[in-house]
């Protein structure tokens, strides 16, 4: 799933907790058969209902405005894609889907989303990074509480070639400059792996929970870290004497230090880190908002962008629109919105269960 186990409770009790509002949608495939996933559009990552295999992906064509659903299953015989669908990346003529709860890493040709290859035996598999046409890397949590790690992957045969220890509950990771970096959200580290030795060189202590990262236009690296949520002993609220708040950092040499952004609550999980094409302006959801902050800020002189958050959410690299989603509770469709640069609406659409991820062709 998108979030950890513990943020999808924590996540699904705010939102029952709250009462939503939608407005009419458009969920239009008159005209599937004429849309090419070559097209300039977004693929819409559905995480699907845990414990069930019915993730699925759906594509939205720019051009034409039209979205197919379930397009792995149309492209592959009817075939299920997995159990909860965690991220997607797409490299070269190939996209690589992770399916948290199926264990595996999919692989299809992106322009038509035919498989051409899976990776099986993964453990709790959460991110993927491509480092050139024939490595890539997964992070895995391989079991709640325990370290977590890094799987080397071989990209000409689908299969692992080696496992690296990293920190608990692995989440994103991001290639820069000759290093992986992999956020460990389950404590308060990155682990610097050198992809020429597949050798971890570094560990950089962080604010609790780090879990997301962009590259900014100057080369610097940004770091969300959601904090660390404590509950009572009985699990029956969050204590909020032990729970800490959640953080921004950034650094051009983790080396020399960083620069470190504490949100004001404790109470508020920052999520769903995004950049713009440009590379200067981030953007995030806070205390049920989402808000824009451009890098050249000292300190979170931050604006509300939109007057809500999202279960996913991204920016479009070429005209900065935003997209997000709702999950409407994990009953039914989900529901993709784009916003303009400026945080005006300019469309509305159904999906499949739980749009949690959105990746731009």
């Known amino acids: 799933m998108k979030r950890t186990l513990l943020h999808s409770f924590y996540t699904a009790a705010l939102l029952f907790a709250s009462t939503l509002t939608f407005t009419s949608c458009d969920s239009s495939t008159e005209n599937e058969g004429s849309i090419s996933y ?8 559905n995480e699907g209902n845990f414990g069930t295999p019915n993730g ?21 015989d009817d075939q299920l894609l997995g159990d909860v669908l965690q991220s997607m990346q797409i490299h070269g003529e190939r996209a690589f889907i992770v399916a948290n709860n ?17 990776v099986q035996d993964l453990k709790q598999p959460r991110h ?114 032990k729970t800490t708040a959640g953080s921004l950092s950034n650094f051009s040499d983790p080396l020399k230090g960083m620069q470190i952004i504490t949100f004001p609550s404790n109470q508020s999980i920052p999520s769903n880190l995004a950049i713009n094409g440009t590379g200067d302006k981030l953007y995030y959801n806070y205390q049920d908002k989402t808000y824009e902050y451009p890098i050249s800020n000292g300190q979170l002189d931050s604006k509300v962008i ?10 479009d690299p070429e005209t900065g ?34 749009p949690n991820g959105f990746v731009f062709n």
């Open 321 to 354: 629109n935003i997209y997000g989603s709702d999950e409407n509770g994990f009953s039914g469709d989900g529901t993709v919105f784009i916003y303009s640069p400026a945080g005006e609406k300019i469309k509305e659409f159904r999906t499949g269960i739980a």
């Open 38 to 45: 070559a097209d300039k559009g977004v693929f819409i990552l």
């Open 102 to 118: 199926s264990n595996k890493l999919e692989i299809v040709n992106h322009k038509t989303f035919e498989s051409v290859g899976v």
């Open 56 to 76: 699925t992906i759906s594509f939205y064509h720019k051009g034409s405005g039209q979205v197919v659903n379930d397009i792995f299953s149309k492209s592959n």
């Open 128 to 241: 993927f990074a491509a480092l050139n046409e024939n490595k890539g890397y997964v992070t895995e949590w391989v079991a709640y509480g325990s370290m977590g790690q890094v799987s080397v992957i071989d990209l000409e045969n689908y299969t692992i070639t080696k496992t690296i220890t990293v920190g608990s509950m692995p989440e994103q990771l991001l290639i820069s400059d000759g290093k992986l970096y992999v956020a460990n959200s389950g404590g308060n580290t990155v682990s610097v792996i050198n992809t020429a030795t597949d050798a971890i060189e570094n560990t950089i202590q962080v604010p609790d929970g780090p879990s997301e990262f962009v590259i900014a236009e100057n080369g610097s690296i940004w770091l969300l870290s959601a904090g660390k949520v404590v509950y009572n002993d009985d699990w029956s609220a969050i204590d909020y004497t």
């Open 306 to 315: 939109i007057d809500r958050s999202f279960y996913g959410m991204a920016v």
